[in-house]
Structures are given as C-alpha cells and as structure tokens.
C-alpha cells in the first residue's frame, strides 16, 4: 500500500491550500484515514482524521479552519486548510489505517506559511 500526498506549498497568512493523499495497492478494507504534521524538533501531531463514513475529528488548533473529507471510490483522503496562520506552517502527512490492522505512512508535503 502506498499513499501518495500532494498539494503542498508556499501561502500567506490567511490564505487557503487543499491537501490530498491518494492511497494505491492492495488491501480489503482502507479504514480511518488522517492527516498529521510536524515541524523540527516536535513530535508529530494529529490534524485531523477521518473515518470510513465520514465521521471527522480535529485537532483543536484547527477546528473551525480546516475540513478533512474522503472520496472512498477514489481512495483519496482531503485536507482544506483555510484561513492559514503561521503556527500551521509544517509537514504535512497523511496517514491510513489499512485492513484494520495495518498502518501507512505518505511521504509528506510541505505547507509554508509566510507574508
């Protein structure tokens, strides 16, 4: 299974980007589905992820601001960022629960913000 993550760049405080992450290969079932940044010497946090249905769960930093969604017959998990502000500036990677066992990492995308 490979996750391929796009949609990265370089925005101004207050601008929007749109990430996605298509997932590719072999599996029964691609369960929960999330995004996770970090930025260096931090560890890695959860931004947002989703379920199968569509159920979302958000980090409180970006509730309000960001909305997670999946196309289930595309395999593709999305991430709008809207409103960005200069904290939000990280890597950006997405994550799939796969199988209900097995968890994949993309290869991350990287999301500036700066005036």
């Known amino acids: 299974v490979q996750l391929q993550a796009s949609g990265g760049g370089l925005v101004r405080p207050g601008n929007s980007l749109r990430l996605s992450c298509v997932a590719s290969?072999?599996?029964?079932?691609?369960?929960?589905m999330g995004w996770y940044r970090q930025t260096p010497g931090k560890q890695r946090e959860l931004v947002a992820a989703?379920?199968?249905?569509?159920?979302?769960n958000y980090a409180d930093s970006v509730k309000g601001r960001f909305t997670i969604s999946r196309d289930n017959a595309k395999n593709t998990v999305y991430l709008q960022m809207n409103n960005l502000k200069s904290e939000d500036a990280a890597v950006h990677y997405c994550?799939?629960?796969?199988?209900?066992?097995?968890?994949?990492w993309g290869q991350g995308t990287e999301v500036t913000v700066s005036s």
């Open positions: 994550n799939a629960l796969v199988n209900l066992r097995d968890m994949y």
């Open positions: 290969g072999t599996f029964v079932s691609l369960d929960i």
């Open positions: 989703v379920s199968t249905r569509g159920s979302p």
